[in-house]
């Protein structure tokens, strides 16, 4: 029978490699295989689930990324998204989501109708697609579920993904929004993709003394432990 520690002996060269997303989505695939093998009775277990990304890749820096400071540069950014006409309305909504959600990119773009409540509003995001492997729920601000549910009137499959590039019909790629910030005029050094979440960081921490707000609730809505000493992933 394979074991976890068969998959971690095949995958070795992207951790020693300090690859640690690269060994992130060769374990998902892995780990569907196994999925599939449980259901088709081929196999009774998953060992690929039992091996911890963090446990693996402790000890390895965390890179920080260009990120906007304040609530007017954030605004002026959905300004230029809105107004641009070099965005696809597709691309424009995807990067809205994300923006609104404070989520990873990849995330963002590999969103699933499956995975959306349009009732309650709720997004849950299921852990393999995380990077704590740990499910994660994203409450829908009412702009971004109306949008949602506009997008719920055309024809699709739960498995399809939300937001998807109107070229090939596929998922959008990992450049697409930071691509788009380009076009926008944003440097690499002014913001990057995944930078909109030190914003969301930067700007709730900085109203924390407002009520019902907390440090231990920014990081929550960012899906990092409690106490994690990464400011901005």
Known sequence: DITSADIIRALDDYR????KESFKKAKTAISKCFDYGITMTYCDDNPAKK???EQLF???????YAYLKTIDE?????KRVINSTSITPPLRRL???QLYTATRPSEARLAQWQEIDLQTGVWTIPEHKMKMEVEHTVTLSSPILKMIKELDTHPHSKEDYIFKNSRNDKEYSENAINT???RLGYAKEELAPHGLRGTFSTILNDKLDEPGL???IVEACLAHSIGNRTARS
């Open 95 to 97: 990067f809205l989501f």
């Open 74 to 78: 954030v605004i002026e950014l959905k």
């Open 214 to 216: 907390s440090s231990d």
């Open 51 to 53: 091996i911890s990304l």
């Open 58 to 64: 402790r000890g390895i820096k965390t890179k920080n």
């Open 180 to 182: 788009m910030l380009k």
């Open 16 to 19: 020693i490699n300090k690859q």
